[in-house]
C-alpha cells in the first residue's frame, strides 16, 4: 500500500510526472451551450502512486452525490490498478510476468492496452516499449535504486531480454504471449491516461456528459466546465524551480498528455541523467526536448505517444509526428530556462479553430 492509504502505486517507467503536476486544469471563460448546470463538483485522492482530480459539471452537489461518484471514480482506477500494478503480486500483469512462454489467458482491460502500446511501439520503431523495465531499474530508476551507471556487459544483457518484439497479443483470442520466460511487461507509460479514459466513460455512462479528469498530469475532457466554457489546460513550462504555464490548450472532448524530463533525474559525478530510458540503446536520453504533449482522442494513446516522442527528440519526433498526422507541441531547451516552441501543422489547426480568448478562473 501507498503511505498515503491509497491502492500501491504502478510502477514508474519512463513517463515524466512523471508529470504527476505537468498539466494544470484551466477554466477559461467562453460563450457555450446553455445547458443548465449548477456547479463542479470536485473528487481528489491518491492512485496508482499519483493522484487524481476529477471535476464533473452537475445540479445535485449533496454529499450523497458526491460519495456515489467518489465510489464510482474510485472503482474506475481500481480497476486499472488490479490488472496492471506491477507493486501488487495478486494483480493480473503480475501473473502474466510470474509465467512462462504458454498463452495467457487475459482480461479485456489487459489487452486493449498492451495492444495500444506495441501499436505505438511499432509506430515509433519501438521508442515506446512496455518491455524497458529492466533497464529502467539499473539506471537507478526503479527499486530499490540503482547507486551507479551499469557496465557495458550487464547493459547488454538487459537489452538482449527487452523488445517489444518478445510479445504477442491475441485480442481476439484473448491471449498475450511472450517469447523468453525472463521478459516481463510495465504499462506505467500508459495505464494512467487509460485510467483517466475508464473514469471518463463511467462518467459518461452516469448522464454526465461535462467533466474533466486528470490522473497524474494526463488529462480527459468532455463538455464545459460550470461555467459553460470549454475546459482548458495549461502546459507546465519545464523551469527546474517553481511553476508556471506555458500553453494554454482548449480541451473540448479530446485529451492531453505531457512527458518530459525535468522532475524526475538523478546525478552521478555532476551529470544529470534522465529517467527517460530509449528502449532502443538501454540508455537515457541526452538530447535537448525538454517537453512534448499530444493531443487525442484517446489518453490512453495521448500518453504512449508522449513517451514515445520524448525518446525520438525534437528532430526525429516532429518529423514522425508530423508524417502521422499528431497533434504534438514540442518544448526545446536552447538555454537554463529558456525553450523555443514547436507544433505540428495539426496541432496549429486544433488550436487556432478553437477560441483562445478568455479569462483563467482556476489553476491546478
Given at each position: 500500500m501507498s ?5 500501491p ?6 513517463i515524466p ?15 457555450g ?12 485522492g491518491?492512485?496508482m ?15 450523497a452525490?458526491?460519495?456515489r ?6 472503482a ?16 493480473e ?5 510470474r ?10 482491460d ?6 495500444e ?8 520503431g519501438g ?5 524497458v523495465?529492466?533497464l ?5 530508476f526503479?527499486?530499490p535504486?540503482?547507486?551507479e551507471?551499469?557496465d ?37 507509460a ?6 483517466a ?8 455512462r ?8 486528470e ?18 489546460i ?5 523551469i527546474s524551480?517553481g ?19 525535468y ?17 532502443r ?8 526536448l525538454?517537453s ?10 495521448a ?24 497533434p ?37
Amino acid at each position: 500500500m501507498s503511505p498515503s492509504g491509497g491502492p500501491p502505486p504502478l510502477r514508474r517507467l519512463v513517463i515524466p510526472g512523471l508529470f504527476v503536476a505537468g498539466l494544470f486544469a484551466i477554466s477559461f471563460f467562453r460563450q457555450g451551450p446553455n445547458t443548465a448546470v449548477t456547479s463542479e463538483l470536485a473528487i481528489t485522492g491518491p492512485t496508482m502512486g499519483t493522484t487524481f482530480n476529477v471535476k464533473v459539471v452537475t445540479n445535485d452537489l449533496t454529499e450523497a452525490n458526491r460519495e456515489r461518484l467518489t465510489l464510482l471514480v474510485r472503482a474506475a482506477l481500481d480497476g486499472v490498478d488490479e490488472h496492471m500494478s506491477t507493486y501488487r503480486p495478486d494483480s493480473e500483469i503480475e501473473q502474466f510476468n510470474r509465467g512462462d512462454t504458454e498463452p495467457f489467458a487475459a482480461s479485456q482491460d489487459l489487452l486493449v492496452v498492451v495492444a495500444e502500446a506495441q501499436r505505438v511501439a511499432r509506430l515509433t520503431g519501438g521508442a515506446f516499449d512496455i518491455t524497458v523495465g529492466p533497464l529502467v531499474d539499473i539506471w537507478g530508476f526503479g527499486p530499490p535504486g540503482a547507486t551507479e551507471a551499469p557496465d557495458e556487459d550487464t547493459l547488454q544483457e538487459l537489452v538482449a531480454v527487452t523488445g517489444f518484439e518478445q510479445l504477442e497479443v491475441d485480442v481476439e483470442g484473448g491471449a498475450l504471449r511472450k517469447a523468453r520466460a525472463d521478459c516481463r511487461i510495465d504499462l506505467s507509460a500508459i495505464a494512467k491516461g487509460f485510467g483517466a479514459d475508464q473514469v471518463s466513460a463511467a462518467l459518461t455512462r452516469q448522464g454526465l456528459p461535462n467533466h474533466m479528469v486528470e490522473v497524474g498530469g494526463e488529462v480527459r475532457a468532455r463538455g464545459f466546465n460550470e461555467s459553460e466554457q470549454v475546459w482548458r489546460i495549461g502546459i507546465e513550462r519545464p523551469i527546474s524551480a517553481g511553476r508556471s504555464v506555458q500553453f494554454i490548450v482548449p480541451l473540448a472532448d479530446r485529451s492531453l498528455a505531457t512527458s518530459g524530463d525535468y522532475r524526475n533525474f538523478v546525478e552521478r559525478d555532476g551529470v544529470r541523467i534522465s529517467h527517460t530510458i530509449d528502449p532502443r540503446t538501454g540508455r537515457p536520453i541526452s538530447h535537448n526536448l525538454a517537453s512534448v504533449s499530444v493531443m487525442h482522442a484517446s489518453c490512453m494513446t495521448a500518453d504512449g505517444l508522449a513517451t514515445a516522442l520524448s525518446v525520438l527528440g525534437v528532430d526525429e519526433g516532429f518529423e514522425l509526428a508530423e508524417r502521422q498526422g499528431i497533434p504534438a507541441y514540442f518544448l526545446v531547451r536552447v538555454a537554463d530556462d529558456e525553450f523555443e516552441e514547436r507544433q505540428t501543422s495539426v496541432w496549429t489547426s486544433l488550436i487556432e479553430n478553437s477560441s483562445s480568448v478568455g479569462t483563467v478562473d482556476e489553476v491546478r
